[in-house]
Structures are given as structure tokens and as C-alpha cells.
T-cell receptor
Framework: AQSVAQPEDQVNVAEGNPLTVKCTYS??????LFWYVQYPNRGLQFLLK??????LVKGSYGFEAEFNKSQTSFHLKKPSALVSDSALYFCAVRDTLMNTGFQKLVFGTGTRLLVSP | ETGVTQTPRHLVMGMTNKKSLKCEQH?????MYWYKQSAKKPLELMFVYNFKEQTENNSVPSRFSPECPNSSHLFLHLHTLQPEDSALYLC????????????????FGPGTRLTVL
């Protein structure tokens, strides 16, 4: 089964500094990777995805993620953090159900990002 | 945010009550999902409806009963729940472009915060 790991429960960064939220994956075959963000009392919002192509994927709100096959990583980055970026971030990977072939997302445990003024 | 709506947003119920959660998607998608989000745990996929057919039931206890009357509506019927069922229940939808699934992103509702006393 496909899986992702988010090694940090929380990341703290000062406003204006670059931020990185880490994600590593374990898949058989080509990975299809996603990042979602969850603001307080809200559902998850899609940020970006990697399917094929350029290793650097650009997404919403100025976020980008770098796919690194040799390190099996898909870290989320932003050059300059905002206080409003404070939220819970989830990495996810597509998986395929053996019995039906239907595809679903498998999520990591989430990383809380706190951006201080 | 208005693409997928969930009602109620908050629900407190006793262990002997029967209640239902409702989800509606206005995106024209053909697949809908129920997830359970508990603190410190990855999102747990509970049920998937693809083309209105249930294709996944991740060993969810029978006290949770899904219903998908059409591609826009999804219900989760609850009865004789346990306190450990207290969590945020998220509904999501996506567009599946082939019978065997696709890798299109999922769109989430804001969730129902359920507390079982």
C-alpha cells in the first residue's frame, strides 16, 4: 500500500522567512502526490499536486512543492511566510484499491504550521 | 468553500440517539467520500461512492451507515455510537473520469464536529 509520512508535528517560522513542511512517501510505481491545507473549523483545501513533469510544482497562495525521487520526498515550500499561512497541512498520495481498481487518497498525519508576526 | 456543504456543523448526541449527517456537492462530481478526522491520527477514509455505488468500506462499524441517493447527496446515518466516535466528519467529492478512478483532487466540505456523550 502507498503511504506518506510527515515527520514534524509542528513547524514554527517567523513571518517573512521561508518555510518548509516535510513529506516523504513510500509507493510502488509512479507516485501521485498532493498537498492540502486545513484552516481552523474548515475542511481541507487543495493546494497542489504532482503527477508527472517538472519536479517543482506551483500551487495556490504562493506555495510550491519539490518532488525528489532519489530522496522520496515531496516537501512543501514558500519563500516568504505569512501569519495567515498558519494552519494544518496534509500530504497525501494516491492509492489503488485492489478489489475495485478505484483510486483514493492516503493522507499523512498532518503538520501544524505556526507563523509568528 | 460552498462547493461542498455539510449539515449540521456541530452535533452532540447521546449513545442511544439516532442522527444523520448530510453532505451536498454542487460541483457536478460523480464520486463522494466520508472521512473521519481524529486528533493526532491520519484522516481515515470510511466510505466511497463512485457513480453512486459504494466501492469502499474500510471495515467501518455497522453503527455508521452511509446512503447515497444520487451523485450530489451523501448521508451518514449514526446510531448507538460510542464516545470514541467523537471526531470531525468530513465529506469530499471528486470527478472520476474513468470507471477505474482518476487522480483528480478531492474537494472537502467544512465538516461536522460530532461529540458523543
Amino acid at each position: 500500500a502507498q503511504s506518506v509520512a510527515q515527520p514534524e508535528d509542528q513547524v514554527n517560522v517567523a513571518e517573512g522567512n521561508p518555510l518548509t513542511v516535510k513529506c516523504t512517501y513510500s509507493v510502488s510505481g509512479n507516485p501521485y502526490l498532493f498537498w492540502y491545507v486545513q484552516y481552523p473549523n474548515r475542511g481541507l483545501q487543495f493546494l497542489l499536486k504532482y503527477i508527472t513533469g517538472d519536479n517543482l510544482v506551483k500551487g495556490s497562495y504562493g506555495f510550491e512543492a519539490e518532488f525528489n525521487k532519489s530522496q522520496t520526498s515531496f516537501h512543501l515550500k514558500k519563500p516568504s511566510a505569512l501569519v495567515s499561512d498558519s494552519a494544518l497541512y496534509f500530504c497525501a498520495v494516491r492509492d489503488t484499491l485492489m478489489n475495485t481498481g478505484f483510486q483514493k487518497l492516503v493522507f499523512g498525519t498532518g503538520t501544524r504550521l505556526l507563523v509568528s508576526p | 468553500e460552498t462547493g461542498v456543504t455539510q449539515t449540521p456543523r456541530h452535533l452532540v448526541m447521546g449513545m442511544t440517539n439516532k442522527k444523520s449527517l448530510k453532505c451536498e456537492q454542487h460541483l457536478g462530481h460523480n464520486a463522494m467520500y466520508w472521512y473521519k478526522q481524529s486528533a493526532k491520527k491520519p484522516l481515515e477514509l470510511m466510505f466511497v461512492y463512485n457513480f453512486k455505488e459504494q466501492t469502499e468500506n474500510n471495515s467501518v462499524p455497522s453503527r455508521f451507515s452511509p446512503e447515497c441517493p444520487n451523485s450530489s447527496h451523501l448521508f451518514l446515518h449514526l446510531h448507538t455510537l460510542q464516545p470514541e466516535d467523537s471526531a470531525l466528519y468530513l465529506c469530499a467529492s471528486s470527478q472520476v473520469t474513468a470507471r477505474r478512478g482518476s487522480y483528480n483532487e478531492q474537494f472537502f466540505g467544512p465538516g461536522t464536529r460530532l461529540t458523543v456523550l
